[in-house]
């Protein structure tokens, strides 16, 4: 076992190796940054350019694609208030508060660096217990699923700050949004209203990027200023300074149990086949708020939720591959395209895939070391470019995202009516941002919906119908039981820092 | 809640009654075992905003307790001054561009293709902004469109929908 981790770490400081890794790093900043661009598209772009490459080689700047893709939608959340992945949602929460404060050049180095560490904490379980973890994914069923749909849901109730009501009003919105198109299992469509295009849902980065873009757009020309003069601090630098990149290395490593935590959390959401980036950066995110000596100042620009949220999501991808390296299992739609890789190269995924072709696993293994740490150099180089972006006239900032909404909503089907979809979600989401109603929630809820109601459905027609059978393999079975814990406890803990806030404000009142 | 706001409050709690409503109506006029959780989630949608009316009616009741703490609403997100009613109609300027200039976008793809819709929506919707120097209306409508355009279809190989009309033209 170590021969081989030599092995692969002398094997991945190849040039060849480091070369495709930063192309892979490099493209990958791109399709994240821009929203509507998820790293499944990317790393499905890349498959066909991998085929005159080494299989080691090959894999290797899928693995850059993957981990840059993760971390670079942080960007345009952070700056521009839409999230360029799912993934990066959690983040937009703290991060685009950063920014309205001035502090956008904090907020990207704090997100870079965390990404960083937490890409690379989550290797190692990848490098030395990955069977062993495995062996849990196998063991999710449709009450499993049920249960952790149901626990993501619960997180919305964190994740609304003030009313607990419209948070979820915003998940129910979320929810009904995913429900929208043919039943999971009866294949009855529900709020179709004839539109073919509908059949299959909403899609979910359709729905992210219309929720965000179009009332980003509607406030950008709705301001009477030209440039954002109130996002520019009195000694703005559309620069990153090396001194910035320092602080923001101080204070992650003064979170380092945020970051280790979030990490952990983030790989364990990946190992769990279905459950991709996004639900790692909430999840994470919801904890970092839960275990924090301050979670209200959560959601007002603060750096913990920025950390919490990169490193969570950042660490899923290393989990996605427990399952799909080890069982063949993919651990989310990325992975999925990575099995397919595996294929294409001529690699049997499976039980036998370390047995009979260690050299190249490990290969890949330790060149995800280098691309998640080959984009914090690029990154941060691209966060300078993209920080001018906030001294741009509003109007021709509006009319650009507006274009990149476009097309990233058009680019996940082929298919014009995806514009309508989104600016139809988009003005859900303008009237959401008008009441004062998070569009977090929303996501989370579009995210999980689907998954929440057709493993209900096949939960139900496990049991036949049976509601009591229902209810007594949701307790019995022992995943469902620690997932069941972890609700109870998540709505629990809510209602009671719910209650002290209230308490401390009317003491706050009183005196 | 802001105690200042309260009628938003109060508007947005009965719309959201009325769209609980609906939707309510909706998921029960579907079959039963094809509208489980669309039944559900509409009736904790109405149980929900019955709540928040019911919260604001019971403030408004105990004596309008008018506090004079300033939070961040959207008034200040949309940038719009404190002064002008925030009961405005949701029809503001701004909704119209961005909904006119989308939906003429999607309506004239078929027409012109989606390279010459990008940039004539460019080109309209920085017009409808106020943008009215010439070299920056012509560098940004163009330029932009054609690098994304290009991008998208060389590297990602997606077909954008050309347009009946470049069609014909091109025979």
Redesign the interface.
């Given at each position: 076992m170590i021969e081989n981790i030599f092995y692969g770490l002398t094997s991945a400081l190849q040039p060849g190796i480091l070369l495709v890794v930063f192309i892979g790093v490099l493209l990958g900043m791109i399709v994240g940054t821009l929203p509507g661009?998820t790293s499944t598209?990317g790393v499905a772009?890349l498959v066909p350019l991998t085929f005159v490459m080494r299989p080691e080689a090959g894999l290797a700047m899928l693995g850059g694609m993957y981990c840059a893709s993760t971390y670079s939608g942080a960007i345009s959340a952070i700056l521009i208030g839409i999230p360029g992945t799912p993934a990066n949602c959690a983040t937009l929460l703290d991060g685009q508060a950063m920014t309205k404060k001035g502090e956008a050049n904090q907020a990207l180095v704090l997100a870079t660096i965390a990404s960083c560490i937490g890409g690379l904490i989550s290797i190692i379980p990848l490098l030395f217990i990955a069977p062993a973890l495995a062996q849990v994914s196998l063991k999710f069923g449709s009450f499993e699923y049920f249960l952790l749909a149901i626990f993501g849901i619960s997180i919305i109730a964190s994740l609304a700050e003030?009313?607990l009501?419209?948070g979820?009003?915003s998940g129910?919105i979320g929810?009904?949004l995913a429900?929208v198109g043919m039943?999971p299992l009866?294949g009855?469509l529900?709020?179709t209203y004839g539109r073919t295009s509908l059949f299959d849902g909403v899609p979910v980065i359709v729905g992210m990027v219309g929720l965000y873009s179009?009332p980003e757009?509607?406030?950008l020309?709705?301001?009477?200023k030209k440039i954002n003069s109130h996002l520019i601090p009195i000694n703005f630098s559309a620069r990153i300074t090396f001194q910035e990149v320092i602080q923001g290395i101080k204070e992650v490593y003064r979170q380092k149990w945020n970051v280790f935590r979030s990490s952990i959390i983030g790989t364990i959401v990946g190992i769990i086949p279905g459950a991709g980036c996004s639900i790692g950066g909430f999840v994470a995110y919801d904890q970092a708020k839960r275990f924090s000596k301050e979670p209200e100042k959560f959601g007002t620009g603060w750096a913990e939720g920025i950390i919490a949220s990169e490193s969570g999501n950042n660490a899923t991808p290393a989990g996605t591959l427990i399952p799909l390296l080890t069982l063949g299992v993919p651990g989310n739609a990325v992975s999925a395209v990575f099995l397919g890789a595996l294929i294409i190269h001529g690699l049997r995924p499976g039980a036998d895939l370390f047995a009979g072709s260690a050299n190249i696993m490990y290969t890949f293994i330790m060149s995800l070391f280098l691309g998640n740490l080959f984009f914090v150099p690029i990154g941060l180089i691209i966060c300078s470019y993209g920080l001018k972006m906030l001294l741009i006239?509003?109007?021709?900032l509006?009319?650009?995202v507006?274009?990149?909404a476009?097309?990233g909503s058009?680019?996940i089907r082929?298919n014009?009516?995806d514009?309508?979809i989104m600016?139809a979600v988009?003005?859900i989401g303008?009237?959401m941002?008008?009441?004062?109603v998070p569009r977090a929630p929303a996501v989370l809820g579009l995210v999980l919906?689907t998954m929440?109601?057709s493993e209900?459905?096949r939960s139900f027609s496990i049991v036949r119908g049976d509601y009591w059978i229902f209810i007594t393999k949701l307790i019995t079975r022992p995943i469902c039981l620690i997932l069941l814990t972890l609700t109870v406890f998540s709505i629990l803990q809510g209602i009671q820092s719910r209650q002290k806030k209230a308490k401390r404000n009317m003491n706050k009142n009183l005196s | 809640?802001n105690y200042k706001l309260w009628r938003?409050?109060l508007y947005?709690a009965i719309s959201?009654i009325c769209i609980s409503l609906y939707?309510m109506m909706?998921?029960f006029s579907?079959?039963a075992?094809?509208?489980?959780?669309?039944r559900i989630?509409s009736i904790?949608?109405l149980a929900?905003?019955l709540?928040?009316l019911l919260?604001i009616l019971r403030r408004r009741i105990e004596g309008g307790l008018l506090k004079k703490h300033k939070e961040q609403?959207?008034i200040e997100?949309?940038?719009?001054e404190k002064h002008k009613s925030r009961n405005g109609s949701?029809w503001?300027k701004?909704?119209i561009?961005?909904?006119l200039?989308?939906?003429l976008?999607?309506g004239i793809?078929?027409l012109i293709g989606?390279f010459m819709a990008?940039i004539l929506?460019?080109f309209v919707?920085?017009l409808l902004?106020?943008?009215r120097n010439w070299l920056?209306l012509l560098v940004?409508s163009i330029v932009?469109?054609t690098i994304?355009?290009f991008a998208?279809s060389i590297?990602?190989?997606?077909?954008?929908?050309t347009g009946y009309l470049i069609e014909c033209w091109l025979g």
């Open positions: 661009l598209l772009i003030e009313s009501e419209k979820l009003i129910i929810l009904f429900i039943h009866t009855f529900r709020f179009i757009i509607i406030s020309i709705s301001k009477k006239p509003r109007a021709i509006a009319s650009l507006g274009l990149l476009i097309m058009f680019t082929a014009m009516e514009v309508l600016l988009g003005l303008y009237a941002v008008r009441n004062d919906g929440a109601e209900l459905a | 809640m938003k409050d947005f959201m939707l909706k998921s579907y079959p075992d094809s509208s489980f959780f669309p989630l904790l949608l929900l905003s709540i928040i919260k609403t959207s997100k949309f940038g719009m949701i503001k701004p909704v561009i961005v909904f200039s989308l939906i976008y999607v793809t078929p989606f990008s929506f460019m919707f920085l902004n106020g943008v920056v940004i932009p469109a994304l355009y998208f590297f990602f190989h997606i077909l954008f929908p």
